[in-house]
């Protein structure tokens, strides 16, 4: 097992213990590597967000809160190749990123038969890169923007508007919408007191503040478009 799977099935492994939990020891007997490596492995989850702490005294171990991860759930060959064309031909949607680490994450765990039903399938749905949009942000603004949303977290934005006008904004994320072919953060501003689009293509930079933002009723973003609707509307 290399590392990157051995990472996803630590937290795998602390999700299933619940409160018991499980020590070093038993991890690595488990794992079948060294107490030391670990240690490293679980400071690693530590750093990357994951929720797991050290319980300490007689009988404690490491442990993980089994809300902060989905149960395991079964995908069909098909599922799986439905998420990978669907990340091959939309590059530069929000969350691409994340949903290339669930499918790694996975591809890592299915059987090796399934696993070979799943490229088979793949491999016979192609793709013309050359038609792939580009993502125009700056550096680390799209992630920047989506972790905000996710968290419910004020946003620090160096702005700049269609004038050239260069303005410092603290924002509440309310919605990501796409119009016009280009992708917009809705949010409130604080600044101006009311809600603003930002395009994410004008976000000179962006930051994650520790202050908490506040969700605006979805009246207040005005109304979309009849076309308009949320990607799990069914």
Request: charged fraction near 25%; aromatic fraction near 6%; hydrophobic fraction near 40%.
């Amino acid at each position: 097992m290399n590392r990157t799977d051995r990472l996803y099935a630590i937290r795998e492994e602390l999700r299933r213990a619940g409160r018991r939990g499980r020590t070093a020891e038993q991890l690595a007997e488990t794992f079948e590597v060294s107490v030391r490596t670990i240690k490293r492995d679980v400071l690693t989850l530590q750093l990357s967000g994951f929720p797991v702490w050290a319980r300490p005294g007689p009988g404690g171990g490491y442990v993980a809160d089994a809300s902060a991860t989905l149960p395991p759930v079964a995908f069909t060959a098909s599922e799986v190749s439905g998420l990978a064309v669907l990340l091959a031909t939309q590059p530069g949607q929000p969350y691409a990123a994340h949903a290339r680490t669930a499918l790694t994450k996975v591809l890592a765990v299915v059987p090796p038969a399934d696993r070979a039903r799943i490229e088979r399938l793949a491999s016979r749905v192609w793709v013309n890169q050359a038609d792939q949009p580009t993502a125009p942000e700056a550096p680390g603004v799209r992630v920047t923007v989506e972790d905000a949303l996710a968290a419910g977290r004020v946003l620090w934005l160096r702005y700049v508007d269609r004038d050239g006008a260069r303005t410092q904004r603290r924002v509440d994320p309310q919605v990501l919408g796409w119009t016009g072919g280009h992708w917009y953060l809705i949010a409130y501003c604080h600044e101006r007191g009311a809600i603003r689009w930002f395009r994410l293509d004008r976000i000179a930079e962006a930051r994650l503040t520790q202050q908490p933002s506040l969700d605006r009723p979805v009246a207040d973003l005005g109304v979309p478009p009849d076309t308009a609707h949320p990607v799990l509307d069914e």
